[in-house]
């Protein structure tokens, strides 16, 4: 052969066959796609190693099923594209070592798919909008199970294929069974999928929504006014009994609009008109005793408050509440803790709170007067502070009246704090800090708890689409980089230099902490969520495991495809009390070079179920890697979590799977 003359190099060939059992021969298959990986050692320790492993070339079988390889004399790994396979066909053996550029005969053997096994769904705590992935076992007429590929269809128009993931519609919020169909040649699956609705206020229902791309601006805004003031013109899809936890932020996104040049001009004035009368006539004041805040109320009608007086100013116990309630955290927030005082505009000395019927809403800060003041361009606002007059159960609320004030108050002189700092900056972080600040003053209420579910069945999310439940990245911020001066120095930092908060994170975790960034923050944050009592103060506290979107009970597991968005994670968790469970697991994993990504092992040990992190590697200078996990008995299960650790670059994808280890690198 040619290629035995060329001096230095070697060769490295075989071919592809399909077992054809009903002729008993073996018959050489063309066009299949091999490719060939360098081989490199990376960090291991007694328990995981790895190999990260990088696409050199890729070839296809010619008409004989062969394929060669000119090669230098180190470590290859050849792979067969399972993904090029024929629809129905797979192999016990995806992957062949070649140590030291051996000449040796690399052959694959291709298996007809014989049957599909039940438990094929993975555990899916589904969510609209997520993809939704399916690790169908595969197995020959032996029962080996087999990598192989497969097609999917759908009875119903509740998903959709997008790119190259299937997805639950975003509008879909009612309980529903939805069947799946799984093809391999002529062996075909049905399964059910069980869809659970997730709790969801209004106003976030028509936020998902507009994110997905199903509704416009303007009707995301039309439907915000109707969810706020005019509840019998909201599109009923929309509808929800649950409280809203501010609507600060989408009150400025309604101003927001009202200003755009390219407006609808009807929309604009109904906006203005609802919002020019949000505020009812209330017949009363009182003013704290520090003057700062003067708090307006009735005692009459659909807005008022209870009469009931024990205290010897005869001030309703209400008002007075509310007062001692702001006052202190004012105390706290800015004395204390030298956070900005909220701005008072000229010619005043207090700001305006005011109490009447919010109808589901626990409060909002809303802005009075903007100043253009700031040298990046962002502005600072005067506001005022609503919350509601009784905070009845009869409108949702699950917690005493008193807890929800006292949240409310903290709450919302955030916001008035932050509208000092900037008011332009991005609303997921106001929203996760604000949370942040009540619980920090009124630790024991917990109100934020019942926002964790959204952060934990969502992981896919990237980190600046969540809000309330972003809660959890602003602990994670406090508890390990320094308290609360980190979330006040994130704030200066918004208002000195940084209008977009990733941004002004990045910045303060890279000027404080060695070697620290938005990026190794986040990777570090995802692993720490799978066991949150290991690593939070109130970790114990969060009852919602965090969304795994595989779990895996049997192997070897198919190639699983996914994508992910900018600062966004999956949990792909392996369940290790299978009989069938190796005692090396491979897991061997494709990444794009384009995008930074980061890989994480949490392992967890059986004798305290405590967690083990390892990090796998976060670089864009290869491809693929082999991670080899020893000893598996010692684990009760492993989560692998990869992260798009990029700061605004989305989809990026990636791929895995597992089994028995098919050979031990040198």
Not at 600 to 622: Q, Y
């Amino acid at each position: 052969m040619l290629f035995n003359y060329i001096k230095g190099y070697k060769v490295i060939q075989g071919t592809v066959y399909f077992e054809d059992r009903e002729n008993q021969l073996l018959r050489a298959l063309s066009n299949i796609r091999i490719n060939l990986y360098s081989i490199k050692r990376l960090n291991t320790n007694d328990t995981i190693k790895l190999y990260q492993k990088k696409l050199l070339s890729t070839t296809k079988t010619n008409m004989y099923g062969k394929y060669f390889f000119l090669v230098c004399d180190d470590n290859y790994l050849v792979n067969i594209d399972t993904k090029k396979l024929p629809v129905g066909k797979g192999v016990l053996t995806k992957e062949l070592l070649s140590y030291k550029g051996l000449e040796s005969k690399h052959d694959f053997i291709v298996k007809k798919v014989h049957s599909i096994e039940e438990n094929t769904l993975s555990s899916a705590n589904i969510f609209p909008g997520n993809d939704i992935m399916f690790h169908p076992e595969l197995k020959d007429i032996d029962g080996n199970t087999i990598y192989g590929r497969y097609d999917l269809s759908f009875d119903t128009d509740d998903i959709y294929y997008d790119t190259r993931n299937f997805k639950l519609r975003s509008d879909l919020f009612e309980d529903k069974m939805i069947s799946v169909n799984i093809h391999a040649g002529n062996i075909s699956k049905k399964l059910l999928l069980n869809y659970t609705s997730p709790s969801m206020n209004s106003i976030d229902r028509i936020k998902l929504n507009y994110e997905s791309g199903l509704i416009d601006e303007k009707t995301k805004i039309n439907n915000y006014l109707s969810a706020l003031y005019d509840r019998n013109a909201l599109d009923n899809k929309f509808a929800s009994n649950i409280p809203i936890k501010s609507t600060t932020t989408t009150l400025k996104e309604i101003h927001d609009y009202i200003h755009k040049k390219n407006c609808d001009k009807i929309l604009s004035r109904r906006a203005q008109h609802l919002l020019k009368h949000t505020v009812p006539e209330l017949d009363k004041v009182y003013l704290s005793p520090s003057g700062y805040f003067k708090i307006h109320y009735t005692t009459s009608g659909p807005n008022g408050i209870s009469h009931k007086t024990t205290n010897f100013i005869r001030v309703p116990d209400y008002i007075k509440h509310i007062s001692d309630a702001f006052e202190n955290v004012k105390n706290i927030t800015c004395i204390k803790r030298n956070f900005r005082i909220p701005i008072i505009d000229e010619g005043k000395d207090s700001m305006d709170i005011y109490v009447y019927d919010l109808n589901g809403v626990y409060g909002y800060a809303s802005s009075i007067k903007i100043y253009n003041s700031l040298p990046n361009g962002a502005r600072t606002a005067s506001c005022y502070i609503a919350v509601d007059n009784n905070y009845s159960p009869s409108k949702g609320f699950k917690k005493s009246p008193e807890d929800c004030l006292n949240v409310t108050a903290a709450h919302e002189f955030f916001h008035a704090v932050q509208f000092a700092y900037n008011l332009d900056a991005d609303f997921w972080w106001m929203e996760a800090s604000a949370t942040w600040n009540e619980d920090e003053i009124y630790d024991e209420v917990n109100d934020y708890l019942g926002y964790l579910k959204t952060f934990f069945l969502n992981p896919h999310r990237s980190l600046d689409k969540t809000s309330y439940d972003g809660v959890i990245f602003a602990k994670f911020l406090s508890e390990h980089f320094g308290g609360y001066e980190i979330i006040r120095s994130i704030w200066e930092t918004q208002s000195n230099y940084h209008k977009n908060s990733i941004n002004a994170i990045d910045q303060v975790l890279m000027d404080n902490f060695n070697n620290e960034n938005i990026s190794t923050a986040y990777n570090r944050f995802m692993a720490y969520n799978y066991n949150p009592s290991q690593f939070y103060k109130e970790g114990h506290l969060w009852t919602t495991p965090i969304a795994t979107q595989n779990t895996h009970t049997s192997y070897p597991v198919q190639l699983q495809c996914s994508k992910l968005d900018h600062l966004a994670s999956n949990y792909q968790m392996f369940s290790l009390k299978a009989q069938q469970t190796p005692k090396t697991l491979s897991i061997m994993v494709n990444i794009p070079i384009s995008y930074l990504l980061g890989l994480k092992m949490v392992t967890v040990v059986n004798n305290d179920k405590l967690c083990e992190i390892a990090e796998v590697f976060s670089n864009k200078h290869a491809n693929m890697a082999e991670i080899l996990i020893y000893n598996t008995d010692k684990f009760s299960e492993i989560c692998f979590v990869p992260s798009n650790l990029e700061k605004e670059k989305d989809e990026a994808p990636y791929s895995y799977q597992s089994g028995n280890i098919q050979h031990e690198y040198i």
